[in-house]
């Protein structure tokens, strides 16, 4: 099955379609999130979005985390980040999986792919790839994005 056609990746991409559109309800609900703040949407299929404001930090303060139960659609709607993503056949468990949590915490690595975030860029990560988002890029403010999680299976 294509993920298009797949229900819990449909209404992802529908509410990623509307959240992108500016002035939409979506837009709108994510532009009053205060900074530091996390909004959550509930979606079709068991999936849901995490709605967030922040600012990015320092790559010394990130670690590499992974999930077993939720597939990230993370999305950058203003703003940019770094993120990073090593799959977790090279990565050490520093903290294990939590299920209530649905996070294992790796140690560092050096070697990890790169990807520059901004507006409208999407990274979607399943269970084997640990990542580490939310890095700052460029010495950049304020950012406003969208984590969405998709049921796994």
Same mark, same amino acid.
């Given at each position: 099955?294509?993920?298009?056609?797949?229900?819990? *990746? %449909?209404?992802?991409? /529908? $509410?990623?379609?509307?959240?992108?559109?500016? &002035?939409?309800?979506?837009?709108? !609900?994510?532009?009053?999130?205060?900074?530091?703040?996390?909004?959550?949407?509930?979606?079709?299929?068991?999936? *849901? %979005?995490?709605?967030? /404001? $922040?600012?990015?930090?320092?790559?010394?303060? &990130?670690?590499?985390?992974?999930? !077993?139960?939720?597939?990230?659609?993370?999305?950058?709607?203003?703003?940019?980040?770094?993120?990073?993503?090593?799959?977790?056949?090279?990565?050490?468990?520093?903290?294990?999986?939590?299920?209530?949590?649905?996070?294992?915490?790796?140690?560092?690595?050096?070697?990890?792919?790169?990807?520059?975030?901004?507006?409208?860029?999407?990274?979607?990560?399943?269970?084997?790839?640990?990542?580490?988002?939310?890095?700052?890029?460029?010495?950049?403010?304020?950012?406003?994005?969208?984590?969405?999680?998709?049921?796994?299976?």
């Amino acid at each position: 099955m294509d993920a298009a056609d797949d229900p819990r *990746f %449909a209404a992802a991409f /529908a $509410y990623v379609t509307d959240l992108l559109e500016a &002035g939409s309800r979506a837009w709108a !609900r994510l532009e009053r999130i205060a900074p530091g703040e996390t909004g959550r949407v509930e979606l079709a299929g068991g999936a *849901f %979005a995490l709605e967030q /404001a $922040y600012i990015p930090k320092p790559r010394s303060e &990130g670690f590499f985390e992974s999930h !077993r139960k939720y597939i990230d659609v993370q999305v950058v709607v203003a703003g940019a980040e770094l993120m990073e993503l090593a799959d977790i056949s090279r990565l050490e468990v520093s903290e294990p999986y939590n299920p209530e949590r649905d996070f294992t915490k790796y140690a560092d690595i050096t070697g990890a792919t790169v990807l520059k975030m901004g507006p409208g860029d999407a990274a979607i990560f399943f269970p084997n790839d640990g990542h580490m988002p939310a890095l700052q890029w460029r010495g950049t403010g304020l950012v406003r994005k969208t984590v969405v999680k998709v049921p796994v299976g």
